[in-house]
């Protein structure tokens, strides 16, 4: 019997210490120190014969084949986006998401509308309560097989009877080693589990696709280590109230991190959305005020965003100030910039500022579009439905550009909109579009034009 040994790992960020201490030094955090049991290892290979006779042999990059008919299709177009082509063969992804996102509904679906062979294995769920959720989806992959267990041996063991070519864990924080002592969920659990999957990849070249849970500050549960040791960090939100959701790259061993996926949960599941910018703009009958689009870009992806402002008389002392989906800070500023520039009271007013569709926006360019919502609702006068904005405000009022402004434009022409409004500092030419693009360079103009 090996002795046993124990060290103590910071439930939050990972770090290891000989001994107990009240904070963190590393995140300063109080009282998530705790003392985790690991013994000595003594079989860590998750399949050992294949390992001993294997000799290593270093290539120079010319030699080395690459095959990018490799990537396996999962059927599923976003995700697929996202992941810059397809899954690699061998690698390792994190999902990640907030509890009710849809990750157990997206593995699933990946797994069901593939004809390749799944593992999908569930630590969650038991096997009935897989199937009531696979009813609900339309797809039907005869060639699934769904496996509830957690203790990783185990999971190897099917792993070779199976011989899948995708293999799903839902979730990392419930399985369990042998080799560890220490309970599921856990720093050196995750850890060791998490290596002995990319261990069984890398040397499989079955790709793993683990879901993962989060902290309630939005970081993947358990060390940063985890992120660190995997491929892919796909990271899974929006709004659990709202239907929408975004499919995000944080980190792509084998394809940029700009691409994004949006999805709609459904009752039977989630719909791939192709062209967002149709499902985020409200269809009203008739003007209102208090409504502004903006072209704005999520990742690569241009998205037409719908910002709506209320700006009421104070009742309290203090104006109220609210933000939902856009930065309060920035909200602040800009009201600012109106008072200084506009010559609007609005230390007066309350002012509400909400982005539809539960996204959260942080794309400088959506600024224009937030104080034309903003004097639109003070002046009380609708901003005609087919005008947009893209354009960031400077401190001094000014209307700065912004970046790949073509592509905006192009995306607002697509969905008909008949008037953009830009920045003057934008350096292009505005005569091969059909939309008409107006220049404007300080808040001033903005006013005359919309609100003469
Ligand atoms: P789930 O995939 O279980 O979330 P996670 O694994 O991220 O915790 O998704 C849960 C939510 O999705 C649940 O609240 C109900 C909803 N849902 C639908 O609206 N339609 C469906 O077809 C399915 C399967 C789930
Ligand atoms: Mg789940």
């Keep these: 019997m090996a002795k046993t040994k124990t060290t103590f790992f910071c439930q939050n960020c990972g770090t290891q210490y000989a001994k107990w201490m009240g904070q963190c030094s590393s995140c ?7 003392e985790e049991i690991i013994q000595k290892e003594e079989k860590r290979e998750w399949k050992q014969s294949n390992t001993s006779k294997k000799t290593t042999k270093a290539l120079q990059i010319k030699d080395i084949i690459l095959n990018e008919e490799d990537r396996i299709d999962t059927k599923n177009n976003e995700l697929n986006r996202v992941l810059g082509g397809g ?37 969650e769920e038991s096997q009935s309560q897989i199937k009531m959720r696979a009813e ?28 899948p070519d995708i293999v799903i864990v839902d979730s990392i924080q419930t399985l369990h080693t042998n080799t560890i002592e220490a309970s599921p969920g856990s720093i050196s659990q995750i850890r060791e589990t998490a290596a002995e999957l990319i ?36 990271q899974f939100e929006g709004d659990r109230n709202h239907t929408y959701r975004i499919l995000r790259a944080q980190k792509n061993r084998f394809g940029a ?16 959305v192709e062209n967002p910018s149709e499902i985020l703009i409200s269809h009203k009958e008739e003007s209102l005020s208090g409504t502004a689009i903006s072209a704005t870009l999520e990742g690569l992806r241009p998205l037409m965003i719908e910002v709506q402002a209320l700006v009421s008389t104070a009742v309290y002392g203090t104006p109220q100030r609210s933000a939902t989906g856009y930065n309060l800070k920035r909200l ?17 007013k309350d002012v509400f500022l909400n982005i539809t569709g539960g996204i959260n926006v942080d794309d400088p360019a959506i600024d224009l579009a937030v104080i034309s919502a903003i004097l639109s609702s003070n002046e009380d006068e609708a901003i005609p439905q087919n005008y947009c904005f893209a354009a960031e405000i400077g401190l001094a009022g000014e209307i700065r550009p912004i970046n790949r402004v073509e592509q905006r434009i ?43």
Aim: glycine content about 8%.
């Design 28 to 34: 300063n955090e109080w009282n998530t120190i705790v």
């Design 87 to 123: 899954i690699v063969p061998g690698s390792l992804i994190l999902l990640g998401g907030e509890p009710g996102i849809g990750k157990s509904t997206l593995s699933l679906q990946i797994a069901l509308s593939t004809q390749k062979r799944i593992l999908y294995i569930s630590g």
């Design 136 to 163: 609900r989806l339309s797809d039907k992959n005869p060639n699934c097989l769904i496996l509830t267990e957690t203790k990783t041996q185990y999971i190897f063991r099917c792993i070779e009877e199976v011989e």
């Design 199 to 234: 261990k069984f990849a890398k040397e499989s070249a079955t790709p793993v696709l683990l879901i993962g849970h989060i902290t309630k500050d939005g970081h993947i549960a358990g060390p940063k280590i985890l992120e660190h040791m995997v491929d892919v960090v796909l």
């Design 257 to 272: 991190t700009s691409e994004i996926g949006i999805y709609e949960m459904l009752s039977t599941g989630l719909r791939e």
């Design 332 to 348: 602040n500023m800009l009201l600012a910039v109106l008072e200084k520039r506009a010559g609007f009271r609005l230390g007066a």
């Design 410 to 452: 192009l995306e607002a022409e697509k969905l008909g909109f008949k008037k953009i409004f830009i920045s003057k500092f934008n350096k292009m030419s505005t005569t091969r579009f059909n939309i008409d693009v107006v220049l404007i360079s300080k808040i001033e103009d903005l006013l005359q034009i919309l609100f003469a």
